[in-house]
């Protein structure tokens, strides 16, 4: 009894464990948000762009589409290169980051490879991943270097993350006007508008045909999954470039935002940028998971604190 009770002591007395764990591995990092599985952040083996998969819910719903990286009947199974959580564009310097899947044709697919890790950190609040990746053209040349920071939250009923990107252009680099970009997520198929889901932006507007290629601040797509009401928010941040961006948001799950599709979204100007050799462009964005509808989520006033931040 009594080597119980200091057993007991002792555990006491040892520190809580962190809320937000980080664990490396060979070809990903692997999240834990209060002892329950979040999503990895997978950058290695064959990849052809980083992204996160699959996203989960503080509940543990999947809210983001398994195909192609898992087979499931019941999904739609269109647009392989649509991973879960990504940034990439389709056209840098007329490479192809966005549709650049290995099965998919085109000689002109840019590919982004991990160069390191460079910050890993557990925390009872939150978890921060540092990594720097280059984007590569077809023949291996770099044209950018991206340094990106990922902020993990520890927070009881939403799962936050925010994205920190920095590109700085090899030479000189245009990222030229298309649709096909930029900060982007594939939803789980029950979230598609055909079933349950409803994308808002931050003017009230609903649905694609009144999203889709429209400028906001930030952009929410909620719907249900097994019967479990969830969503999804997208925060722009006030500093990025050409705020508020544009969003390339589909009624078939895509759930993107896009500084640079200008000409297709409003079918005159030029969105594309050019960054002179030596220079970078930064993007900053929260994503949010909420439990319940939009209505509930406080969303507004949670962006007003988000846009504040430095």
């Known amino acids: 009894m009594k080597v119980f009770s200091l057993l007991v002591g002792a555990a006491l007395c040892l520190p809580l464990a962190a809320q937000v764990k980080l664990t490396q591995g060979?070809?990903?990092i692997v999240i834990e948000v209060n002892r329950k599985p979040f999503t990895d952040f997978i950058f290695g083996g064959?990849?052809?762009?980083?992204?996160?998969?699959p996203l989960r819910a503080a509940s543990g719903t999947v809210v983001t589409r398994r195909y192609p990286m898992e087979l499931?009947?019941?999904?739609?199974?269109?647009?392989?290169?649509?991973?879960?959580?990504?940034?990439?564009?389709?056209?840098?310097?007329?490479?192809?980051?966005?549709?650049?899947?290995?099965?998919?044709?085109?000689?002109?697919?840019?590919?982004?490879?991990i160069r390191k890790v460079t910050e890993l950190k557990s925390g009872k609040k939150l978890g921060v991943i540092g990594a720097t990746f280059d984007?590569?053209?077809?023949?291996?040349?770099?044209?950018?270097?991206?340094?990106?920071?990922m902020i993990i939250y520890a927070n009881p009923s939403n799962r936050i993350i925010d994205f920190d990107i920095r590109l700085t252009a090899a030479g000189t680099v245009t990222f030229g006007d298309t649709k096909e970009g930029t900060f982007a997520l594939r939803?789980?198929?029950?979230?598609?508008?055909?079933?349950?889901?409803?994308?808002?932006?931050?003017?009230?507007?609903?649905?694609?045909?009144?999203?889709?290629?429209?400028r906001s601040n930030w952009v929410d797509y909620s719907g249900?999954?097994?019967g479990e009401k969830v969503g999804l928010t997208i925060f722009d941040h006030p500093s990025n470039p050409r705020h508020p961006t544009w969003?390339?948001?589909?009624?078939?799950?895509?759930?993107?935002?896009?500084?640079?599709?200008?000409?297709?979204?409003?079918?005159?100007?030029?969105?594309?940028?050019?960054?002179?050799?030596?220079?970078?462009?930064?993007?900053?964005?929260?994503?949010?998971?909420h439990p319940g509808d939009l209505a509930g989520a406080g969303i507004p006033e949670q962006y007003k604190n988000y846009s504040a931040t430095k």
């Open 72 to 113: 499931v009947e019941s999904e739609s199974h269109d647009h392989i290169h649509q991973r879960s959580c990504w940034f990439s564009h389709g056209n840098v310097n007329g490479f192809d980051f966005w549709a650049n899947d290995p099965s998919q044709a085109g000689p002109k697919k840019g590919r982004i490879v």
């Open 247 to 289: 969003w390339h948001s589909r009624a078939y799950g895509l759930f993107a935002a896009n500084p640079f599709g200008r000409h297709d979204f409003e079918k005159s100007g030029d969105g594309s940028m050019t960054v002179d050799a030596g220079n970078s462009i930064r993007f900053r964005y929260r994503l949010i998971i």
């Open 46 to 53: 064959g990849t052809t762009k980083p992204y996160l998969y």
């Open 224 to 226: 249900e999954i097994n």
């Open 135 to 149: 984007w590569n053209d077809a023949n291996g040349n770099r044209l950018l270097t991206e340094d990106r920071t």
């Open 26 to 28: 060979s070809d990903r």
């Open 187 to 214: 939803l789980a198929t029950p979230l598609e508008e055909k079933h349950s889901g409803t994308m808002t932006n931050a003017e009230g507007a609903q649905k694609e045909k009144n999203v889709w290629g429209r």
